[in-house]
């Protein structure tokens, strides 16, 4: 069956198109043909990848290679404890990588689970419950408050149904249904008032309605074949460290193969050059390095659980740190996702409503002034009828809070009921009333419910006084039904010149982004009737209530704290364009000469349009997750870094698209999470801030460990190689070159890993996407102090030998000099920006205690009498030791005085640096 535009038609067209007949449904033998001809109303499962080949997958990566390799080499020389070592962190990398995948595939499983488990439909003419999976297009299905809708369907028959769509469209009102056909075809999901979609709730009212759509072809089924279709790209920090891994191993090959031959042409022995070329081998790879990124990663993810962020892949966490744009869902995500009365307007006076979420606490101002509500009978008046004609429970209770593998209980207020009834119950009870204390007093005769016909809701109270009506509802209808006026205390007639203040007032509110709801009432004879429609008319009109899901209080810092740190934040919701446009001006998401596109504009613009102008857009309004996915994929090809936080299902496919992808952990849907690499438990995009943070602190942290390894493995190397050009003796053995890179890559480089923040790093502008890991002159840093390090090494190598000293001692002297040389500047990587002394000796314990355990290691090896034999060292005295200690400074030294000489010479250059 093809997709018509089924909100157009109608409903006689409809059920004329699939020949069902209104009354008696389809019969048995043409449900089951239309079950075999269009299969079962479930959402496809793409081809599943075994676990095993899954886990397999993982060790495809180029380092994890070049660890297998390096490990190789770790056993032919014997270093069997090198060995397992790095096969353990080998497993655990692949553990890693496959949990991290095969979570990320249950997106479509959750996502199954928000279809109903059954429907209530009508075949041969008999009303039955079948399994909602059995649904085929043309059945007759009844839906009634609290049900999951199982299907697309085209409605036929409404009372007062009003349904959830938000995780579909992310809206949080409720959207009236209503049978008529409407004249755009075109119209977005949140204007098809006529239909149900499958995974959508039913929150009040009932209806029946004949199915369109099934299985893959409903809406929802299209958000999962978008989930399916959207890619997952490498991270950067992985692109770079493959690249990196590269250069890396075909510099070490040539210069260790470059090394053996002069040892070769030297006469040196065969056995001896080989063992020590593959000794420099295992040195120069760094197999240190992915160990030190999980755990630089690890420890950041740590440091966001206490802020309550949860990362479900490591390599996020850096991406983040590079985030050039953040695209955010507005609903619950920027918004509280809770509605609340912002302004209210009685004939003779606004006022304005403080207080966040349904909290009861708030204040009411009068221009700028605090006023106690039950001194003003307007205002009192006004929410009185607020509280009466409404049928929400606002409470207060333990709310169960299960963010992944966390779970935490926390007492807040909560609504039963429509959300908007809610806003209202919440601005009563804030001036204290409270409908269970008014009721002690009057009591509940009847009710005439809203429907979307109707837009109004009436209630008959009865008390001592005698009988009242209270009718809220759209402006205009109630407006129409009333011929009084509530003004100055008392009752007078509701002239047009009134009239006309009324509407203004309701269009200055509109234009806030308001959504208006308008009061009265009417006392009525002690002789009353029933409660009936032929009541609702000469009342008496009190006021006006404007109502939106108000910015959260901490988001607008948070987005100060973006844009300082050179983020641009993008709000991208399916609400309507005014309302978008209101929330991103609270928010100063949206400046003055910024774009606002719609998704009707979206549609009529191609991808390279949409490329020249995302650049200058900060709002999308009205928008469908097809809409989400171009925007992410248009800021991609743009050369963006882009984040994308979302909560609905509608918003799962451009959270899996995106760099990375943030999902709400708390109010947000099982879908969305498992598409998203980070989960904010806290639904705070605050949170985002401070995950920024700790990306570029982790990556800071990464290229402090790069620079500290690959400078001392330059080092090493050019000790090896100067040593062999200058025709001296091979300056150290292969046991002592990989106790050096024992000693140094151990505990020492991951202890950077694990370096704090860095202050000023939000102050930052994003990296550039295509900027190499080597990038800002990193590159000379490492070759500049690897050549220092290596010079002085050999320098000490050779006075030893000019002073006589046996081979044994000179080399111990080299030995001890890379050593102390290495450890003395792994203080100068702490920071690229400032000198060691301003980051603080003391800031980072755990690399002070590193440093300490490795000088004892190498006095171990040098003092111990069994372990000094091994590595052919002999015990040093006082002035050897303060020979080596000198050497081992002049690099810092150097460094420094050429660094502080080149700021003064070039002011100007070293401001702009840091």
Known sequence: MSQLPWSSMSFNDTTRHFQTRPESGLSSKEAAGRLEKN???VLAQAKKVSPVILFLYQFRDFMVLVLLAATLLSAALGEYTDAIVIIGIVIVNAILGFVQEYRAEQSLEALRGMTAPTARTVRDGVRREIPAEELVPGDLVILEAGDRIPADIRLGEVRQLAVNEAPLTGESEPVVKQVEALEDSGASLGDRFNMAFMGTLAVSGRASGIVVATGMKTEMGRVADLIQGAEEMATPLQKRLEQMGHYLVGICVLVCALVVLLGLSQGLPPYKMFMAGISLAVAAIPEGLPAVVTIALAIGVQRMVRKNAIVRRLPAVETLGCATVICSDKTGTLTQNKMNVRELWTAGQSYQVEGDGYSPQGEFLAGKQSIKPEQDPALLLALTVAALCNNAEL?????????????????????DGDPTEGALLVAAARAGLWRQDLERQITRQGEIPFDGTRKRMSVLYSGAKGPVLYMKGAPETVLARCSQIYLDGKVVKLTQSLRQKVMVQNETMAGMALRNLAMAYKPLPHTRAEISESMEEDLIFVG???????????????????????????????????????????????????????????DKISDNKLEQMVESTYVYARVTPEH?????????RCG????????????????????????????????????AALVLADDNFTTIVGAVEEGRSIYDNIRKFIRFLLACNTGEILTMLVAMLMGLPLPLRAIQILWINLVTDGLPAMALGVDPVEKGVMERQPRSPREGIFSQGLWQKIVGRGTLIGLTTVAVFAWSLEQGMELEAARTMAFATLIVAQLIYVFDCRSERSYFWQVGLFSNPWLIAAVLSSFGLLLVVMYHPMLAEVFTTVPLQMEQWAIIFGASVFPTILNYALSIGKALIFPRAAAAKK
């Open 39 to 41: 299969g079962h109303n």
């Open 628 to 636: 989400k996915l171009r925007i992410v994929r248009a800021l991609k």
């Open 640 to 675: 963006h870094i882009v984040g994308m936080t979302g909560d609905g299902v509608n918003d799962a496919p451009a959270v899996k698209e995106a760099d990375i992808g943030i999902a709400m952990g708390n109010t947000g849907t099982d879908v969305t999470r498992e598409a």
């Open 544 to 602: 006006l209530f404007g109502m939106m899901d108000p910015p959260r209080p901490e988001v607008l810092p948070a987005i100060k704290k973006c844009h300082t740190a050179g983020i641009k934040t993008v709000m991208i919701t399916g609400d309507h364009k005014t309302t978008a446009m209101a929330i991103a001006r609270m928010l100063r998401m949206l400046p003055d000469k910024g774009n606002v596109l719609t998704g009707a504009e979206l």
């Open 395 to 415: 409470r207060k209770g333990p709310v169960e809070i299960k963010p992944m593998w966390r779970s935490r209980s926390r007492a807040q207020w909560s609504v």
